[in-house]
């Protein structure tokens, strides 16, 4: 929430914060330099270039007539394997809360949208969150016609509003760029945004627990240092560099697209939470965050367990 600005609210109650004790005015606030006006103009650049998606780009057709590839890439490539559909409420709204691996190219998200679809049925509205820049990629615009949208609170509330079921990642890019050894670990990066909305829209909190995403690469580094180096922060609103080993990159930077390695992915859906009815009308955020986290380690610890092998499975 926007804090408030206590030097427009002292000027309209008649004080001037840079007003000295003799009643003069300090020093005139700094022009920005010639670099800050610079980062600016491009961050505006490449907003404005950036597509936005809007919830009435989900086309059910398309979806029906790609649906056929879509499960071929999921089931062959991936051999997906997504478990407990059933503990999602059959209708209605929904929040479905995922850690997030694989980098840009989202493959835990296509086997699980492919799942999803083929359970409910298209004409279920369906949408995944994604970033701006995910969207933006060449050859992934396809993506708002199966229900991805731009990342917002706005957009999630929009589509909890409608009805709809809507998968989020809490740990975004953050989580999804982490290096491969971490990859059997679930990093929110303590960001509870998510409980709040379910909270807001009076919506169930489904987990969703994926693994083997993180093995269609060789994720190196989050690169949040490099990022915060060339203010990719400011710009686009990235607080990562990835660095990984990709084809057909090999060396990828960035992570602006690759080829994921055949693994194979696994999803559990576990039972939904009733927030209001498990922690009461007044619930902790913090407490909820805890437990969500826990009930989503502990599953992704046993189907590491079931693990052989990394790709394989």
Not at 287 to 301: C, K, P, S, W
């Amino acid at each position: 929430m926007a804090q408030p600005d206590t030097t427009t609210s002292a000027r309209l109650n008649g004080h001037d914060p840079a007003a000295t004790d003799d009643g003069s005015s300090g020093p005139p606030p700094r022009s920005p330099s010639l670099v800050d006006r610079a980062w600016r103009g491009l961050a505006g650049m490449v907003q404005r270039r950036i597509p936005r998606a809007d919830l009435d780009e989900r086309d059910p057709d398309f979806i029906r007539e790609q649906l056929p590839l879509f499960w071929l890439c999921s089931s062959i490539w991936f051999r997906g394997e997504v478990r407990g559909l059933g503990n999602i409420p059959d209708d209605g709204p929904v929040l479905l809360v995922g850690n997030h691996s694989g980098g840009n190219m989202i493959p835990d998200t296509m086997v699980f949208t492919v799942a999803f679809t083929t359970y409910f049925g298209v004409e279920r509205a369906f949408y995944q969150l994604a970033h701006n820049l995910v969207l933006s990629l060449p050859g992934l615009s396809w993506l708002r016609k199966i229900g991805t949208v731009a990342a917002s609170p706005s957009n999630a509330r929009k589509a909890l509003s409608s009805g709809a079921a809507l998968l989020v990642y809490p740990g975004g890019d953050y989580e999804v760029h982490r290096p491969s050894w971490q990859g059997n670990r679930v990093d929110f990066g303590g960001r509870t945004g998510f409980i709040r909305l379910a909270l807001e829209q009076e919506v169930p909190i489904v987990p969703v627990v994926a693994i083997g995403g993180q093995e269609t690469a060789l994720f190196l580094t989050r690169g949040e240092r490099l990022a915060r180096l060339l203010a990719l922060d400011r710009v686009l609103r990235l607080k990562v560099l990835p660095i990984s080993l990709s084809l057909p990159w090999v060396v990828n930077i960035g992570d602006l697209g690759h080829i994921p390695l055949p693994a194979k992915i696994t999803i559990e859906t576990l039972p939904a939470i009733d927030v209001h009815g498990e922690f009461g009308p007044d619930p902790d955020v913090n407490e909820i965050y805890d437990h969500v986290i826990r009930l989503m380690q502990e599953t992704l610890d046993a189907l590491a367990a079931e693990r052989r092998f990394p790709v394989i499975g």
